[in-house]
């Protein structure tokens, strides 16, 4: 049995996410989610420790699920951790090429590590934290997308209440 990592930005926790650590955690013996350290390329509304504060409330019931975060390169944060295996997300043939090149090139970097891709319900494949933060600006109801206590945050940020 594997420990795996789940990198990614997670601005913030969405129930795509959640729902790909629900299949992992059955899959490996420990899942670590790893929170991107502020990433100047993408615009972000959270800060990592806010990221990593709603990631822990949505996996507070699992054992063998935590979160952490990193900076640098990816496989340098596996080594460091002895974690084996990178899960990402697939939701539409739009993810593949971009997630493919990223697969490779780690596998480049460190051939002992693999990357498996994880299929979430097909009810999130069109879910993305963009999309969920546009809409909670805009004040629409995301209750679907995102645990209530995510909702809550997104509100609070916006000035919805
Ligand atoms: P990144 O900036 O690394 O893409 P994200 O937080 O957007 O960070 O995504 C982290 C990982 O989760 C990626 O592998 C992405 O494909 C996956 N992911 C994001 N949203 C969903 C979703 N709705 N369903 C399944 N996987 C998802």
Redesign the pocket.
Known sequence: MKKAI??????P?????I??IERSKSLFKEVVVLV?KD?PS?ELLFSTEEKIEMIKESIKHYSNVSVDSFEGLLVEKAKTIKADVI?????AIS?FEY?FQIALMNRRLSSKINTVF???NEK??????SIVKEVARLGGDISAFVPKHVEEKLKEKFKLK
């Not at 899960?87 to 939701?91: Q, T």
């Not at 999130?124 to 934290?129: F, K, P």
Request: proline share 6%.
């Open positions: 789940y990198p990614g930005s997670f601005d926790v969405t129930n795509g996410h729902d790909i991107v990433n993408k899960i990402r997300g697939l939701r993810d997630e994880m299929m979430p999130y494949t069109y879910l993305n934290s």
